[in-house]
């Protein structure tokens, strides 16, 4: 009964991709003064690895959100653990996230941020799964889309595991059927 984990996306092919949307993301930015706002702990890795591909000078900060409910379905409910310490006010701001299901999580913080009114808000994130999206939210930098599936590792986790795994995952349940 243990669930199996499918190789998605090896650490070549995530890699690359964090390189182009580095590159799109400074070109986009250039000259201004760039504020890239992970979401933790998901983001974390993806966070570092896309910082350090720019050829701008970018500044960071972190968000921590909460959605209650654990496993891998989100209720809906999401509330700040962690707010920004940097001055938004005023200022390009990127958030950046691992992957957006519902979009409850990033149409909260957008709301949030938008009112601490930065120059400009726009979001990037690694995976933009399809299936169980209810709030339509502007995806300004998309890494990979896919349709449906439970994913880990590069940040991604599953009851906190699986998020140091250097490749992702799909976990594929035990038995079949799912
Ligand atoms: P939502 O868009 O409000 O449903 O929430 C997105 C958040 O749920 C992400 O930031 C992740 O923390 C978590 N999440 C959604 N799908 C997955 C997944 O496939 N693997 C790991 N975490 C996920
Ligand atoms: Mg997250």
């Known amino acids: 009964m243990v669930d199996q984990k499918k190789l998605l996306l090896s650490r070549e092919e995530i890699a690359r991709r964090v390189q182009e949307l580095a590159a799109q993301i400074s070109r986009d930015y250039a000259g201004q ?3 890239m706002v992970g979401i933790l702990k998901g983001a974390f890795i993806f966070m570092a690895d896309l910082a350090r591909a720019m050829d701008l000078p970018v500044e960071v900060d972190f968000v921590r959100l909460m959605s209650y409910g654990a496993g ?3 209720s809906g409910e999401v509330h700040i653990t962690k707010d920004v310490e940097l001055s938004i006010k005023g200022r390009p701001v990127l ?3 691992d992957i957006v299901d ?3 999580t990033l149409d909260f913080l957008l ?3 938008a009112s601490h009114q930065p120059a400009s808000l726009k979001i990037c994130c690694l995976i933009d799964k399809r299936e169980r999206r209810q709030v339509e ?5 998309v890494g990979f889309t896919v349709e449906k599936g439970f994913l880990v590792g590069y940040g991604l986790d599953c009851g ?3 998020r140091t795994l250097p490749e992702i995952y799909e976990i594929v349940e035990a038995g079949g059927g799912g």
Not at 137 to 141: E, F, K, N, R
């Open 137 to 141: 939210v502007p995806l300004d930098y």
């Open 95 to 97: 958030v950046v996230e």
């Open 111 to 113: 709301g949030h941020l």
């Open 33 to 35: 003064d760039l504020l």
């Open 160 to 162: 906190e595991k699986f």
């Open 102 to 104: 519902a979009g409850l």
């Open 72 to 74: 891998t379905k989100t």
